[in-house]
Structure formats: structure tokens, C-alpha cells
């Protein structure tokens, strides 16, 4: 049985699940910023994971990147699993811009989050949960 770690639950909103993954919106405006977390009990490292896990993973990470450029135009995507205050696997994918507040060091301790505001969180998560299901994926295993 898999459970999300209560910091994932806290600073997010779920999007849809995938093959393999949950995808979560980071409570975060500042950036357009999604997280996988593959759906494995105890899994800490990437390297855990299954051999048929892997690919998949990356095939997920991948798609989720082309979500985040089609729907916001980034200058560049960062991807990352530090895991350092969360450790349950989880993957980072961020949209930036050279003009966020970050640019170009790394997202963390850039400054404080600015939560979406409750509508605007329900507009962005209702944007995003389209543009994976127009790309024909999403229907998930629920």
C-alpha cells in the first residue's frame, strides 16, 4: 500500500496519477513547479526502483516536462530528486524563467513560497489536469 509523505500532502495538490507516478502541483506561484512521485512503498533512490520502473520514470519525467513547456514556454526545465527533507522518492520539475526570482541558481531557499491563491489554485490545477488529458494521457489506474 502506498502513502504520500505528509510534507508532499501539505505543499502540493494532486493533479492525476500515471503509470507509475502521482503528479503533484507544488503550492508554489512563483514557479510553474510539478512533482512525480512514484507510487513504490519505501523507495528513498531512483536506483530502487524496479529495472522496468526505471524507463518508466524517465518516459513520466519526460512527459511532464512537455506539459510544462507547451503550457508555460520556460527558458529552461530543471529536474531534480534531492530528497534531503523528504525522503520518499519524488522528482522535481520546474519551469524557469530568466526573470524569476531564482535565476539562475536553484529554486530552494530562493526566497519565501507564495501560495496560489485558492481560485487560482483551481484554475491552474483544472489547466494542467487538461493538458494531460488532451495529450492522452491521465486516465490513470484509479
Not at 510534507?7 to 502540493?12: A, C, G
Not at 502521482?22 to 531512483?46: C, H, Q
Not at 514556454?73 to 531564482?102: C, E, M, W, Y
Not at 541558481?105 to 494531460?132: M, N, Q
Request: with cysteine; net charge neutral.
Amino acid at each position: 500500500m502506498f502513502t504520500l509523505h505528509n510534507k508532499l500532502q501539505t505543499d502540493t495538490r494532486e493533479i492525476i496519477s500515471l503509470t507509475l507516478s502521482r503528479v503533484l502541483l507544488m503550492n508554489d506561484s512563483s514557479f510553474p513547479w510539478l512533482i512525480l512521485v512514484p507510487e513504490r512503498e519505501g523507495m528513498r533512490e531512483m536506483y530502487e526502483l524496479s529495472i522496468g520502473d526505471r524507463p518508466v520514470l524517465m518516459e513520466e519525467i519526460t512527459f511532464v516536462s512537455e506539459i510544462i513547456q507547451q503550457l508555460y514556454s520556460p527558458d529552461k526545465i530543471n529536474i531534480g530528486a534531492l530528497g534531503n527533507l523528504v525522503p520518499q522518492l519524488h522528482i522535481h520539475v520546474i519551469g524557469r524563467f530568466t526573470t524569476d526570482r531564482a535565476w539562475p541558481g536553484p529554486v530552494w531557499g530562493s526566497g519565501p513560497v507564495t501560495p496560489y491563491a485558492a481560485e487560482e489554485l483551481d484554475a491552474v490545477s483544472c489547466r494542467i489536469t487538461k493538458a494531460f488529458q488532451q495529450k492522452g494521457r491521465g486516465h490513470g489506474r484509479r
